[in-house]
């Protein structure tokens, strides 16, 4: 059967078939240029492609992935955080939007916003791919009263999920944006200037 073209969470949907089912996993930064790169060239010419040929045979799993030294990639990665708590099936489309605009993320476009401005700035853009903005931003702004017991490092209601999502690609020992796993196994062959044709040619070699 073929794939759903949702995303349901951060993975591509796929039913259960005789073949293997094989698992890219992308660990993508929303402000990383070449993690840009890599989105945009597997989500408008290479699922066109899994969707025709090898539908139930490979997923595709958007793994967030945090690089500190942009203290932006925190903020916009808890956006994606609430998108998956508020309406999961919208996750990758709005990568797609935040991607596209992800330049007004890098450092010289927030250094001078306050942290619930860049998260408004958030907010908006899931209300434009239809999640609900109000609750979005909700999740994620933070307070500037101390909590009932006193603390003041309050976070947000994405926090728990931000320390899960790092803690997990801790263990699996990432670094750099991209990263590409191939059925758990860091896939060096892949690269974020792969074009169309490279992929495809990737995937008939290994995907069986």
Not at 33 to 53: G, L, R
Not at 118 to 146: C, F, H, M, N, Q
Not at 162 to 171: E, G, I, Q, S, Y
């Amino acid at each position: 059967m073929a794939l759903n073209p949702r995303f349901a969470g951060q993975k591509l949907a796929a039913h259960v078939s005789p073949y293997t089912l094989h698992t890219l996993e992308l660990y993508l930064d929303y402000v990383c240029p070449f993690s840009k790169k890599m989105f945009n060239t597997v989500y408008d010419s290479v699922f066109p492609v899994v969707k025709e040929k090898y539908a139930d045979k490979v997923q595709f799993i958007f793994r967030q992935q945090i690089q500190p030294w942009h203290p932006s990639s925190t903020l916009v990665h808890e956006a994606g955080a609430a998108v998956l708590q508020t309406d999961p099936d919208k996750f990758w489309e709005f990568s797609k939007a935040l991607f596209a605009k992800s330049d007004e993320y890098y450092d010289v476009n927030v250094v001078n916003e306050t942290r619930n401005a860049t998260y408004e700035r958030l907010s908006k853009l899931a209300g434009s791919v239809g999640v609900d903005e109000k609750k979005i931003y909700g999740l994620l702004k933070i307070s500037d009263k101390p909590d009932k017991d006193g603390s003041l490092n309050t976070g947000n209601s994405v926090t728990n999920d931000v320390k899960l999502m790092v803690k997990a690609n801790r263990l699996t020992g990432v670094h750099v944006t991209p990263t590409v796993l191939f059925n758990g196994v860091v896939e060096g062959g892949i690269s974020s200037s792969f074009t169309k044709e490279e992929w495809e040619q990737w995937l008939q070699k290994n995907i069986t």
